[in-house]
């Protein structure tokens, strides 16, 4: 187990790894984001082990279209004829080089940094520096900073960058087109293709010599272990060198640039590291404070008990919020989005909604709420809102029943954080109403509201509910027909339509539109808690069943999907009821690190998310533990225990694990998306999860509120 400094820095999160093994370091993450879509990730050890790792990631058509661009550099320090390495690469029977040796600590603040002593064991002066990677915000620029702060004798100094400007979901041969042009000031790496595209390289204080070579099978661990093509080839067209013999910094600037969207007269080349730096500090500076301050520290310990401050834990989740929040298409209007994840997701859009309460409201961002609520309310179609973009053409999907639902809850809740009536009723409620209009008499995919009121959706050959996984015409988890939270949703829609209807009443002067639709939605809303308690309560078992396909078959599975018929505004169920629920949940499916998926004892539970896709897809929703659903217990559990203190207390205990992981395990200062169901409760899946955070951040202010 890595270890955390004893002190908490403000924004700073720092790890010492000296005598840290090569898998341990192996197995922390670091992701920096810039706005855009783009991002730069790899591990504490500087190997990268995904081929979704690299120093640039960047989004051709921001956020889509990304481009693994830079995957690492080989930098490395000569001296008195003697080689050491600030570079770590995996290969199918050694680490070479294996830098890993000479790093004393890691730590990351508006950028990462690796800290190096190079030398022999028996030297009491080495070389010390640290080296920064750093994202520009709204570009597709990486700064590769070296900073010697210790040099006992002269010594020159190489980068050697690898590229693959491929997309980033492929991975490269030595096959691949690429060749490079000598430029002024560096070198530029051109991929000729349909969406041609070029890395730039310039590096002021150093000399570019050229010496172009493929460089074969780099391994990826995480790949080879879900099942994927896990060996890459790299190309490097030569080298940056200089000497060094004090005190200095050198920089290494990296920009993507698509072919349509540069010339030669618009190619930024940056020069002023110490002007982009303070932008940055600026950036994040101007991010947390809108922090609002909490009086009561929650007792997250490290492993020597020491308390970590209620401010290092907010800043850390507001950080962690901020990388999920992207604009689109850089050259129109700024419209904000969220993505679903890092590295493989794009926006999608029942994640956008599920996490917008936690990532932008919780956080008071109100504009960049609103922006992302009417950014997908514009792309309704047929009653639907987008369920995702696709990362290469960038265009809407529409195959899922509860993405829709979803963003009528979200934007009530923005109503109800903002009071911004006056967007809500122009861009919100004609979408809103639409939505409504189209599941109660019928759109895409047979969904409508059947005779009972409760919405039905699907067939055995779709997968319309967020537990979609299918592999080779296989559905392990088959929730057509009337789904649990889509009818919670469903019910809460309608009352919170007939709730805001009958105020507007009190406030028009011609009130008997807004009487006669409240009435509407509370008659609709009043058949279906009938039918929905008549149908989902299972009284032998005291909890709510999950699914009742469309022929009338009875899914009685214990899933967490229930707990959104007490977590929501308004539940269809009994005060009763909804202690059951809460209670069936808590024994049954509540881990440290979110809900499973589906209780222990059941026939279909599967403990260890691994493997190929086939395997993974059928662990996925078949016990996994997935920690946005932390968001929702913890709500549900307060709610039932009338937010008493000794609840939150309780709480408090519950969400522990979370933040210590959003501290110093998987990605450093984020939240992984899954974990496995059977202890010690790996993380898996993606990295850094919207919803994962979103829901943290909204547990942890229903808490220290």
């Known amino acids: 187990m890595l270890t955390l400094r004893k002190k908490y820095n403000k924004n700073i999160l720092s790890i010492s790894t000296e005598a840290q093994s090569i898998d341990n370091l192996l197995s922390r993450q670091w992701l920096l984001t810039n706005g855009c879509g783009g991002y730069a990730s790899s591990t504490i050890a500087g190997c990268n082990t995904s081929s979704y790792h690299g120093l640039l990631i960047g989004a051709l058509d921001p956020p889509a279209k990304r481009v693994m661009a830079l995957s690492n550099c080989l930098d490395m320090v000569i001296c008195n004829g003697k080689t050491y390495n600030l570079s770590t690469c995996e290969f199918s029977d050694k680490f070479d080089p294996n830098s890993f040796q000479y790093l004393r600590q890691f730590h990351r603040d508006t950028g990462v940094h690796y800290c190096y002593e190079l030398g022999d064991n028996e030297s009491k002066n080495r070389f010390k520096l640290t080296k920064s990677i750093y994202l520009l915000r709204d570009a597709d620029t990486a700064a590769i900073v070296y900073d010697f702060t210790n040099v006992p004798a002269p010594a020159e100094f190489l980068i050697r960058p690898l590229a693959g400007l491929r997309d980033f979901h492929s991975i490269q041969k030595s096959d691949a087109p690429l060749y490079s042009i000598l430029l002024e000031q560096g070198v530029s790496i051109r991929r000729d293709n349909p969406d041609g595209c070029e890395l730039v390289l310039t590096c002021p204080a150093a000399q570019f010599v050229e010496d172009p070579q493929w460089w074969f099978n780099f391994i990826y661990r995480d790949n080879r272990e879900r099942g994927l093509n896990y060996t890459e080839d790299l190309w490097t067209p030569g080298f940056f060198k200089t000497s060094i013999n004090a005190t200095t910094q050198i920089v290494l600037w990296a920009s993507l640039f698509s072919y349509e969207n540069n010339t ?42 020491i308390t970590i401050p209620h401010s290092f834990i907010d800043e850390t989740l507001y950080m962690a919020a901020d990388q999920f929040i992207v604009k689109r298409n850089k050259q129109e209007i700024p419209r904000t989005t969220i993505i679903a994840g890092y590295p493989w997701f794009m926006d999608w859009g029942r994640d956008a909604f599920i996490a917008l309460p936690g990532l932008l409201l919780s956080t008071g961002r109100f504009d960049e709420a609103k922006s992302v609520l009417t950014t997908f309310a514009s792309a309704l179609n047929k009653g639907m809102i987008p369920s995702r973009y696709e990362d290469n053409k960038n265009t809407a999907c529409f195959n899922s029943v509860d993405a829709s639902l979803w963003f009528i809850n979200a934007a009530f809740q923005y109503l109800q954080a903002t009071n911004d009536t006056k967007t809500f009723i122009k861009k919100m409620i004609p979408a809103i109403e639409e939505i409504i209009n189209a599941y109660e008499n019928g759109t895409r995919y047979d969904i409508h509201a059947d005779i ?9 050959q779709t997968q319309l509910t967020w537990m979609d996984a299918k592999f080779d015409g296989i559905t392990f988890t088959p929730r057509y027909g009337k789904a649990v939270e889509i009818n919670a949703l469903w019910y809460n829609c309608l009352r919170l339509m007939a709730k805001f209807y009958t105020e507007q009443s009190e406030i028009s002067k011609t009130p008997d539109k807004e009487i006669k639709k409240s009435q509407h939605y509370q008659e609709m809303a009043d058949d279906v808690k009938t039918s929905f ?72 539970y599967k403990g260890i998310y691994t493997g190929p896709q086939r395997l993974r897809d059928e662990a996925y929703h078949q016990g996994t533990v997935w920690a946005f659903l932390i968001g929702p217990f913890i709500e549900s559990y307060l709610k039932v225990n009338q937010f008493s203190y000794q609840s939150k207390r309780g709480a408090e205990e519950m969400i522990q694990p979370l933040l210590r992981h959003l501290i110093e395990d998987s990605c450093i200062g984020s939240v992984s998306e899954i974990f496995d169901g059977d202890p010690p409760h790996n993380p898996k899946g993606c990295f850094a999860q919207a919803w994962s955070v979103a829901e943290l951040i909204r547990a942890y202010k229903l808490i220290t509120s």
């Open 533 to 604: 308690c008549g149908h989902f309560w299972n009284e032998k078992k005291n909890y709510l069943n999950d699914c009742i396909t469309t022929d009338g078959i009875i899914d009685d599975s214990l899933r967490p999907n229930q707990i959104y018929a007490v977590s929501l505004d308004y539940s269809p169920l009994t005060d009763r009821q909804q202690k059951a629920v809460v209670k069936a949940v808590q024994e049954n499916l509540l881990t440290p690190y979110g809900l499973r998926t589906l209780n222990t004892s059941s026939k279909n």
């Open 264 to 305: 030669d007269n618009n190619q930024q080349i940056h020069t002023d590291i110490k002007a982009e730096l303070e932008d940055l500090q600026i950036y994040q500076e101007n991010l947390l404070t809108g922090i609002e301050r909490n009086s009561n520290d929650i007792p997250v310990s490290d492993n020597d008990r």
């Open 452 to 460: 009972d009121g409760l919405i039905t959706a699907g067939n055995a």
